[in-house]
């Protein structure tokens, strides 16, 4: 499973007030996982194309979502939205 650099950052150190709304997409089937993601703390938004959720979800639940079988990526919404130098979500200016 794929989960993009500014996932794993809220995984590792969330906020504990804060909330996230992710892009999930699933491996085969999104009905498959609707019921497991709202178990984990999300809330589904939207039902986009290619099999993807958008969720909003607590940042403190973030990982538990993370460990929902059935995933194929896990992105932030950020993902569907151009900077001003034409990057998205996933680029890390720190070298890494």
Do not use: K, N
């Amino acid at each position: 499973m794929y989960v993009s650099p500014a996932v794993r950052s809220i995984r590792e150190h969330p906020s504990e007030d804060g909330s996230v709304t992710l892009l999930v997409r699933a491996a085969d089937d999104v009905t498959a996982i609707r019921d497991r993601i709202e178990a984990a703390g999300g809330t589904l938004e939207e039902t986009l194309e290619f099999e993807t959720v958008a969720v909003s979800v607590p940042q403190s639940d973030v990982g538990e979502i993370c460990e929902i079988e059935g995933i194929e990526s896990i992105e932030t919404d950020q993902t569907l939205t151009i900077d001003a130098d034409g990057a998205g979500e996933d680029v890390s200016t720190s070298g890494e």
